[in-house]
C-alpha cells in the first residue's frame, strides 16, 4: 500500500536555528497534511495543503506541496524550545473518502 | 467550538479483559477515524465511522470493533486483551473524512497488563 517516507527520522538543533523536514512518496498525493505531536498528546493539525506547488506559511512555519505531488516539505524558521516534538506528514491513501495514511515522524530536539 | 474529547485518558487493563473508549467528534463532524499509536509501529489506522455506517477499515483483527452513534459520538472495543495492545489510542474527527482536514483527540493511552 501506499507508504510515506518522512526523513530525517529524528534531528537535534541549537535555538534559533531554522529546520527542514521532508515527506516523500512513490504515490500521487492530493491532498498533504502536517501534524505535531507532543508527548502523551494527540497530534495537532498545523498545515494542510490542497495544490501542487502550493506554499502555505502559519506563523514560523512553511509547508509546500510538491510539484510532482510525490513530496511534500515542511520548514521551521528560527526554532524555540517549544517546537519539540514529532512532525508527521500525513495524506489520503486515495481520491474520495479514504483514510489517512501518516509517515513515521520526525523527531525534532532544540537545545537552548 | 469544543475539540474533540476521548475518555477516559488513561486505562489499565488485565490479559483477557475486555475495554470500550469513547470519542466525541467536534460538532457537526460527520466521519470518525480511530488510529493504534505504538513507538514501533507510528499511527496505524483502525477504522473509519461515517453517518453511523463502518466506511473504511484497516488490518487489524476482529478483537477491534467500532460503532457510531447517531449524535456522531463514536465508541470503539477491543475485547480479550492482550499484551500488545498497550498503546495510545487516537480518533480523528472531520466533516467529511477523506481529503478533509483531521481533527485529533488527546488519546486514551491503555496499558494491559
Known amino acids: 500500500g501506499q507508504q510515506l517516507n518522512q526523513s530525517p527520522q529524528s534531528m537535534f538543533i541549537q535555538e534559533g536555528e531554522d529546520v527542514s523536514m521532508n515527506c516523500t512518496s512513490s504515490?500521487?498525493?492530493?491532498?498533504w497534511l502536517w501534524y505535531k505531536q507532543d508527548p502523551g498528546e494527540g497530534p495537532v493539525l498545523l498545515i494542510a495543503l490542497y495544490k501542487a506547488g502550493e506554499l502555505t506559511s502559519n506563523g514560523r512555519l512553511t509547508a509546500q506541496f510538491g510539484i510532482t505531488r510525490k513530496d511534500s516539505f515542511l520548514n521551521i524558521s528560527a526554532s524555540i524550545p517549544s517546537d519539540v516534538g514529532i512532525y508527521f506528514c500525513a495524506g489520503p491513501r486515495n481520491s474520495g473518502n479514504t483514510p489517512l495514511v501518516f509517515g513515521k515522524g520526525t523527531r525534532l530536539s532544540v537545545i537552548a | 467550538k469544543a475539540g474533540v474529547t476521548q475518555t477516559p485518558r488513561y486505562l489499565i487493563k488485565t490479559r483477557g479483559q475486555q475495554v470500550t473508549l469513547s470519542c466525541s467528534p467536534i460538532?457537526?463532524?460527520?466521519?470518525v477515524s480511530w488510529y493504534q499509536q505504538t513507538p514501533g509501529q507510528g499511527l496505524q489506522f483502525l477504522f473509519e465511522?461515517?453517518?453511523?455506517?463502518?466506511?473504511n477499515k484497516g488490518n487489524f483483527p476482529g478483537r477491534f470493533s467500532g460503532r457510531q452513534f447517531s449524535n456522531s459520538r463514536s465508541e470503539m472495543n477491543v475485547s480479550t486483551l492482550e499484551l500488545g495492545d498497550s498503546a495510545l489510542y487516537l480518533c480523528?474527527?472531520?466533516?467529511?473524512?477523506?481529503?478533509?482536514?483531521?481533527?485529533f483527540g488527546q488519546g486514551t493511552r491503555l496499558t494491559v497488563v
Open positions: 504515490s500521487i498525493f492530493n491532498t
Open positions: 465511522y461515517f453517518s453511523e455506517t463502518q466506511r
Open positions: 480523528a474527527s472531520s466533516s467529511q473524512g477523506g481529503n478533509t482536514e483531521a481533527f
Open positions: 460538532s457537526g463532524h460527520r466521519s
